[in-house]
């Protein structure tokens, strides 16, 4: 089955510098690549997903980067800010077999 | 439209008992996935239903089972509960083989067994 690595688990970034999270899959047939953002005590929120027809997908001050030759995926968030802390999980799916594939999760910190 | 919900949101078990837990997918969602999730091991797929039929299924032994019903509400059961067993347990929907294939978490149930 799918295997999905995430580094570093854990990131500590000034306010305002960027924060880059990457993750690699290993089945070729994933196709779906969804970021998830957890703040404690509360449920994982999707905030941007990408799928394998495109290359980069942005939303304000995130992005994500996709490269399918070499089977990995990145969140860059810029311009940090303190709320911005959370743990973050990437994953894999293919719309087909429908199951998701999560990486262990990024715990990022933004310091004031 | 009201999100994912679960039910119920904390539990408190012993040893050896069981437990139900309880999620209503978003309206018009027909795949329910759950998944357990635990400080040291992150998010770990359990099983998947769609259509009443488990779809996919996770590496967890048989004491975790689950079912779903016609209207796509799931139930996730767990027998003879251990003390490893002591987490938040998270269910999702989406809407399976649409082209928007984003996958929405509920509150989950924080489970403690004693």
């Known amino acids: 089955g799918e295997n999905v690595e995430q580094h570093p688990s854990t990131l500590s970034v000034q306010e305002g510098d960027s924060a880059v999270i990457k993750c690699t899959y290993s089945d070729s047939a994933s196709n779906y690549f969804p970021w998830y953002k957890q703040e404690l005590g509360k449920r994982p929120q999707l905030i941007i997903d990408i799928r394998s027809n495109v290359g980069e997908k942005k939303d304000q001050r995130i992005a994500v980067t996709l490269n399918k030759t070499a089977k990995h995926f990145s969140l860059h968030i810029t311009e940090t800010q303190p709320e911005d802390s959370a743990v973050y999980f990437c994953a894999a799916s293919s719309i087909t077999g429908n199951q998701f594939y999560f990486g262990t999760g990024t715990s990022l910190t933004v310091i004031p | 439209k009201a999100g994912v919900t679960q039910t119920p949101r904390y539990l408190i078990k012993t040893r050896g008992q069981q437990v139900t837990l309880s999620c209503s997918p978003i309206?018009?969602?027909?795949?329910v996935s759950w998944y357990q999730q635990t400080p040291g091991q992150g998010l770990q797929f359990l099983f998947e239903?769609?259509?009443?039929?488990?779809?996919n299924k996770g590496n967890f032994p048989g004491r975790f089972s689950g079912r779903q019903f016609s209207n796509s509400r799931s139930e996730m059961n767990v027998s003879t509960l251990e003390l490893g067993d002591s987490a938040l347990y998270l269910c999702?929907?989406?809407?399976?083989?649409?082209?928007?294939?984003?996958?929405?978490f509920g509150p989950g149930t924080r489970l403690t067994v004693l």
């Open positions: 309206s018009g969602h027909r795949s």
């Open positions: 239903y769609f259509s009443e039929t488990q779809r």
């Open positions: 999702a929907s989406n809407n399976r083989g649409g082209f928007n294939n984003e996958q929405f």
